[in-house]
């Protein structure tokens, strides 16, 4: 059974750096034709995909917000690290992340969610 | 980017009913295009893939067809847990974009 669970904190400043960790459980990151996503929906809005990091440590990112995001992995501990940097009131949002496979590329296992609000 | 648009915005509908969305693309997205459910606060549910398979554990009253620029989602007999937003996705490029949602409310 696939899990996914998002971490991190609650409440940033504006212009911090938000860190958010994705752990999961239930398949490998080094399994190839596997990814995980980051997804996230400001309140009342549609979902917007930020990044994907694949097994082959490939990375892609929302090209809106390219010099702002970062992923990486760590398949020992199973988790994701996503950092957007410069963090401003418009990203408060519910963060997801989600499991994701080739060759469609949907996501089909998510995480809970976690919400971050950016305020001083 | 790929633009997703979705029609239509909302929608209200009986249980028993047939409900139908359309999402757009604004190129050929050949047939990588997924579908979404989400209740309000919940995470979103991965219905249909690749435009028309059904997902594992998903009610067959749901169907999704198309190809190319226009696709749709189909839900035969309405059912009262079927209320909230749906999402259509495209994974033709690697920059993937989510249509604006369609709200759908149950009489």
């Known amino acids: 059974q696939i899990t996914l669970k998002e971490s991190g904190p609650t409440l940033v400043k504006p212009t911090q750096t938000l860190t958010l960790t994705c752990t999961f459980s239930?398949?490998?990151?080094?399994?190839?034709?596997?990814?995980v996503a980051w997804i996230r929906q400001p309140p009342g809005e549609a979902l917007e995909w930020l990044a994907f990091?694949?097994?082959?440590?490939?990375?892609r990112y929302r090209p809106s917000l390219k010099s702002r995001l970062s992923i990486t992995k760590d398949t020992s501990k199973n988790q994701v690290v996503l950092t957007m940097t410069n963090m401003d009131p418009v990203d408060t949002a519910t963060y997801y992340c989600?499991?994701?496979?080739?060759?469609?590329?949907?996501?089909?296992?998510w995480g809970q969610g976690t919400t971050v609000t950016v305020s001083s | 980017d790929v633009q997703m648009t979705q029609s239509p915005s909302s929608l209200s509908a009986s249980v028993g009913d047939r409900v139908t969305i359309t999402c757009r693309a604004s190129?050929?997205?050949?047939?990588?295009l997924n579908w979404y459910h989400q209740r309000p606060g919940k995470a979103p549910n991965l219905l249909i893939y690749?435009?028309?398979t059904l997902q594992s554990g998903v009610p067959s009253r749901f169907s999704g067809s198309g190809s190319g620029t226009d696709f749709t989602l189909t839900i035969n007999s309405l059912q009262p847990e079927d209320f909230g937003t749906y999402y259509c996705?495209?994974?033709?490029?690697?920059?993937?974009?989510f249509g604006q949602g369609t709200k759908l409310e149950i009489k």
């Open positions: 989600a499991h994701t496979v080739y060759k469609f590329w949907s996501m089909d296992v």
């Open positions: 239930g398949f490998s990151l080094t399994t190839s034709g596997v990814a």
């Open positions: 990091i694949y097994w082959n440590d490939d990375k």
């Open positions: 190129q050929n997205i050949d047939y990588h």
């Open positions: 690749a435009a028309s």
């Open positions: 996705q495209q994974s033709y490029t690697s920059s993937i974009t």
